[in-house]
């Protein structure tokens, strides 16, 4: 019933449309943008992005940045760490830099990372050819900045609330004067989150039923330290030098209490009961250099731009699993199962490229090369704790070392007339990997050159009527984490194990659009994927195993429509609403079958802003979005829902800004999967802790100062695979 509720109450917005009078409304100039009318408005539409303004987001205001992206149009996270935009696979950027973590990793930084550091959140659906060629879409996070000479010192703090409480605190600083501009920002956090999962696995073959029934309480918890320092020095009026220094140190640690009780032959009652307890953990350390030399032409958009990029990524980390099998009658089944685990990964990523851009008459013309070197090591131990002393077990163990080359070049040009508007790119790369399991004693070499063409273009129809339409080529490549051959267990009966031969996926996306006075709009999209890699689940009905792995699928299709408002109730009253509806089919052989799934599915996305007071800078905010059933290869994925609210007023003279928020009032975002195919039969539920309450302030100390120079630097691909 809350799911109907939520669903009508997003659907109001546009029926008072209807029925809406025009009202007198700032007109936005510029052919390529949709904006909402204020300043700073919550949600940005541009030909080639939409801009969310996270600083203007009150109930993403004090949390976290993890948190925060589900209040994005379209954008979606997932139980295993994975985040989707509009059901493409993103690549998630910082101030121009890619973040190149994967899965649980991505989120513990995303985590740690203070909302209140970043001003904006891009999403960048069809990214143009000075982008790397990696993922479906680009996810860019742009930190706040300061705009004049003098000092800045931004505070900010806050604590939340859920079954467990967590708190944040950062501060954000710029110094500015003559030839000189220093810049950084620091974040510490401290999180306890309470993991709870169920899941069922049934085992059926000609001779045999068993239904094993698993609950899973478990506490996620972690300290990070985030920090970023810059330096840029103009050398002349036309030349700029900079530094930059990124940094992050984490620890965290997982505790889960497993009770898995086993029913055969379709009895009422359990015949045993396995008792798990599974402990892991870790640190990561992860640093990124960077040296930048800027030369500006005597053109407004002329300019050469070198970059030079260092990543060191190392996260040693550990796991203990110990297993108790008793019977019916509490007797001891087996001899217990205990043991530990060891892995250390180091990742290193060079890279230099180079971008000169300039102009001929009414053309816009940027070109640039790149070179990027990745090289990972990956050392799995597995010990047998079973007696007082570990006992090292050499064939299930592994080193894994992974190399990747990519030379790429790229140019794209940009101009206009009196009616169109438009884009062309294309961009070059020349791919070359080499996986080696030492012990497996096996190598998987891959070598591939390929082009990726974009293209932007804007037609004018009336000064309130544009269409306007875009095309990409892009690659998904595996990030390391799902090639690495180690085996992972998580108990006697199940493991996680990554594949070695696992090749990149290849993406076509179109989309087709129209704009109404710059605050309505309605596209068509169509992407078509080929090679799709996801993990997949593999339960072995004879022997009772259960293990999830990586595999290329053939076919991901997905077309659809989207629509964006934006409402004005009253003066004090505004509404941006967003709907989505898709068709997806999924088709590949898998096992000893093939599946052919589709589905029709809707999402919708609605954020209520509330003036209440404009001299105190009293406002509030009701947020909410809704995902119904959708697939992805064989697993049938459940609805999804959430709800939240938050007021905040200006405090000292607007000097300081005290929040309230609250998230997923009806604790509706679970992860709910099922799997139904041959005879594998298995799913899961998961529920962390959604359902939050935060109080957060912060605090302006100080000048108001200068930006720091943004750019963009060389290593802009190769991190969200590395696992940071």
């Not at 000064?463 to 892009?474: A, Q, T």
């Not at 690659?475 to 690495?484: A, K, M, Q, W």
């Not at 959708?630 to 929040?659: C, E, H, P, V, W």
């Given at each position: 019933m809350k799911t109907y509720t939520l669903l009508i109450m997003m659907c109001l917005p546009f029926l008072a449309l209807a029925q809406k009078?025009?009202?007198?409304?700032?007109?936005?100039?510029?052919?390529?943008?949709v904006a909402i009318n204020g300043v700073k408005p919550l949600i940005v539409r541009k030909a080639d992005r939409l801009i969310f303004n996270l600083e203007n987001s009150i109930s993403s205001s004090g949390g976290n940045?993890?948190?925060?992206?589900?209040?994005?149009?379209?954008?979606?996270?997932?139980?295993?760490?994975?985040?989707?935009?509009?059901?493409?696979?993103?690549?998630?950027?910082?101030?121009?830099?890619?973040?190149?973590?994967?899965?649980?990793?991505?989120?513990?930084?995303?985590?740690?990372?203070?909302?209140?550091?970043i001003a904006r959140i891009e999403?960048?659906?069809?990214?143009?050819?000075?982008?790397?060629?990696?993922?479906?879409?680009?996810?860019?996070?742009?930190?706040?900045?300061?705009?004049?000479?003098?000092?800045?010192?931004?505070?900010?703090?806050?604590?939340?609330?859920?079954?467990?409480?967590?708190?944040?605190?950062?501060?954000?600083?710029?110094?500015?004067?003559?030839?000189?501009?220093?810049?950084?920002?620091?974040?510490?956090?401290?999180?306890?989150?309470?993991?709870?999962?169920?899941?069922?696995i049934i085992y059926e073959s000609p001779d045999n039923y068993s239904?094993?029934?698993?609950?899973?309480?478990?506490?996620?918890?972690?300290?990070?330290?985030?920090?970023?320092?810059?330096l840029d020095y103009d050398l002349d009026k036309k030349q700029v030098l900079g530094l930059l220094i990124n940094g992050y140190n984490g620890d965290n640690e997982r505790t889960n209490n497993v009770s898995t009780s086993i029913y055969n032959a379709h009895r009422s009652t359990a015949d045993s009961l396995l008792k798990t307890n599974n402990n892991s953990g870790g640190t990561t350390?992860?640093?990124?250099?960077?040296?930048?030399?800027?030369?500006?032409?005597?053109?407004?958009?002329g300019g050469l731009n070198i970059d030079l990029d260092y990543v060191p990524y190392r996260s040693p980390r550990f796991q203990s699993v110990n297993n108790l099998s008793l019977l019916s009658d509490g007797t001891q089944a087996s001899n217990p199962y205990r043991i530990n685990t060891t892995s250390n990964q180091k990742i290193d990523i060079w890279s230099v490229k180079a971008d000169y851009a300039w102009k001929i008459k009414s053309l816009n013309i940027e070109s640039g090369i790149k070179y990027s070197g990745i090289s990972t090591n990956n050392s799995n131990k597995y010990y047998n704790n079973s007696s007082s002393t570990p006992v090292f077990?050499?064939?299930?163990?592994?080193?894994?070392?992974?190399?990747?080359?990519?030379?790429?070049?790229?140019?794209?040009?940009?101009?206009?007339?009196?009616?169109?508007?438009?884009?062309?790119?294309?961009?070059?790369?020349?791919?070359?990997?080499?996986?080696?399991?030492?012990?497996?004693?096996?190598?998987?070499?891959?070598?591939?050159?390929?082009?990726?063409?974009?293209?932007?273009?804007?037609?004018?129809?009336?000064?309130?009527?544009?269409?306007?339409?875009?095309?990409?080529?892009?690659?998904?490549?595996?990030?390391?984490?799902?090639?690495?051959?180690?085996?992972?267990?998580?108990?006697?009966y199940s493991y996680m194990v990554g594949n070695p031969t696992l090749q990149p996926a290849f993406i076509h996306s179109a989309e087709l659009g129209y704009t109404y006075r710059k605050e309505y709009n309605f596209s068509l999209f169509y992407r078509n994927t080929s090679g799709y890699f996801s993990n997949i689940t593999v339960q072995d009905n004879e022997n009772k195993l259960f293990y999830d792995t990586q595999q290329n699928l053939e076919l991901s299709l997905t077309t659809g429509f989207a629509i964006s408002a934006v409402v004005r109730i009253a003066k004090w009253w505004e509404i941006n609403n967003f709907v989505q509806g898709t068709y997806k089919r999924e088709k590949s052989g898998y096992l000893q079958g093939t599946y052919d799934y589709d589905v029709a599915s809707i999402y919708a996305n609605m954020n209520n802003s509330f003036n209440i007071h404009s001299?105190?800078?009293?406002?509030?905010?009701?947020?909410?979005?809704?995902?119904?059933?959708?697939?992805?290869?064989?697993?049938?994925?459940?609805?999804?829902?959430?709800?939240?609210?938050?007021?905040?007023?200006?405090?000292?003279?607007?000097?300081?800004?005290?929040?309230?928020?609250?998230?997923?009032?009806?604790?509706?975002?679970?992860?709910?999967?099922?799997?139904?195919?041959?005879?594998?039969?298995n799913g899961f539920r998961e529920?962390?802790?959604?359902?939050?309450?935060?109080?957060?302030?912060?605090?302006?100390?100080?000048?108001?100062?200068?930006?720091?120079?943004?750019?963009?630097?060389?290593?802009?691909?190769?991190?969200?695979?590395?696992?940071?």
């Open positions: 009078k025009k009202t007198d409304t700032t007109e936005v100039k510029k052919l390529d943008e940045v993890w948190d925060a992206l589900t209040k994005v149009p379209s954008v979606q996270t997932n139980f295993d760490g994975g985040i989707t935009a509009g059901n493409k696979s993103v690549v998630v950027y910082m101030d121009g830099k890619p973040l190149r973590l994967s899965g649980e990793n991505l989120a513990t930084y995303l985590r740690s990372l203070p909302a209140d550091q999403l960048i659906s069809n990214p143009p050819a000075s982008f790397d060629a990696d993922g479906g879409a680009v996810l860019q996070l742009i930190s706040k900045k300061n705009k004049t000479d003098g000092l800045n010192v931004t505070l900010n703090g806050a604590y939340t609330q859920a079954t467990y409480g967590s708190s944040t605190a950062s501060t954000i600083f710029n110094y500015r004067k003559d030839k000189l501009n220093i810049y950084g920002n620091y974040g510490y956090s401290r999180r306890k989150k309470k993991a709870g999962e169920t899941e069922y239904y094993w029934d698993n609950i899973k309480d478990g506490i996620r918890s972690g300290s990070a330290n985030s920090y970023r320092m810059g350390d992860q640093y990124t250099f960077n040296v930048n030399y800027k030369l500006k032409t005597d053109t407004m958009t077990v050499a064939n299930r163990s592994d080193d894994f070392i992974y190399d990747e080359n990519t030379s790429a070049a790229y140019s794209s040009m940009a101009g206009s007339s009196a009616k169109w508007e438009y884009q062309v790119g294309l961009r070059a790369e020349y791919t070359r990997t080499k996986g080696h399991s030492l012990t497996l004693n096996s190598i998987q070499k891959n070598s591939y050159v390929k082009l990726f063409p974009t293209l932007f273009a804007v037609y004018k129809l009336t000064d309130n009527h544009d269409l306007n339409f875009s095309y990409g080529y892009r690659i998904s490549r595996p990030d390391y984490g799902r090639l690495n051959p180690f085996k992972y267990y998580t108990s006697p001299k105190s800078g009293l406002k509030a905010e009701l947020s909410g979005w809704y995902s119904s059933p959708t697939i992805q290869g064989i697993y049938k994925l459940n609805s999804t829902f959430d709800l939240s609210a938050g007021i905040r007023r200006n405090i000292a003279k607007g000097k300081g800004t005290i929040r309230l928020a609250a998230t997923d009032l009806f604790n509706g975002n679970p992860y709910r999967i099922d799997v139904d195919y041959l005879n594998q039969r529920q962390t802790d959604t359902r939050s309450v935060t109080l957060s302030m912060s605090w302006k100390l100080g000048n108001i100062v200068g930006a720091p120079r943004k750019r963009n630097t060389g290593s802009e691909d190769e991190k969200k695979r590395a696992g940071y």
